[in-house]
C-alpha cells in the first residue's frame, strides 16, 4: 500500500510541476520557494499543539487547493503560485513519508509514525 500512495503522490508533484510550467515565473522560483511550507514546524516552538497545526496548515493539500481556486478566479498569478507550492511541497512529504500531524508530537502522522516502517 505504501508504494501505491507515493505513486499517487509522485503523480500530484507532477501535476504541481505542470501548473507551474503554466504560469510566468523562472524555474529557479519554483526550487527557492518549495521548501517555504516547512516554515509551518516554527509552531512546535510554542508546542505540539500549535506545531500542529500550523505544519497542517501549511500541509494540507485541501487549503493549497482552495488558494489555487481563489487565484483562478481573481487571475492571479502570485496566488495561483502559493496554491501550487503548498500542494506541490505537500506531495513531496508524503512521498517521503511525512503526513499531517498529530497533537501528540511532530512524529505522530496521518501516515504513521515517522520513523517506522508503516
Not at 11 to 24: E, K, P, T, V
Not at 27 to 32: C, D
Not at 101 to 112: A, P, R
Amino acid at each position: 500500500m505504501k508504494t501505491i500512495v507515493q505513486l499517487e503522490e509522485l503523480a500530484m508533484l507532477g501535476l504541481g510541476i505542470y501548473l507551474f510550467s503554466l504560469l510566468s515565473f523562472p524555474w529557479w522560483l519554483f526550487l527557492a520557494l518549495f521548501l517555504l511550507p516547512d516554515i509551518g514546524m516554527v509552531g512546535y516552538l510554542i508546542n505540539t499543539r500549535i506545531g500542529a497545526l500550523t505544519y497542517n496548515i501549511l500541509h494540507h493539500k485541501g487549503v493549497a487547493i482552495c488558494i489555487y481556486f481563489v487565484g483562478l478566479y481573481l487571475s492571479n498569478e502570485f496566488i495561483l503560485l502559493s496554491g501550487i507550492m503548498l500542494f506541490s511541497h505537500a506531495a513531496f512529504d508524503r512521498i517521503l513519508g511525512y503526513g499531517l500531524k498529530y497533537e501528540k508530537g511532530f512524529k505522530y502522522t496521518h501516515l504513521g509514525e515517522i520513523g517506522k516502517n508503516n
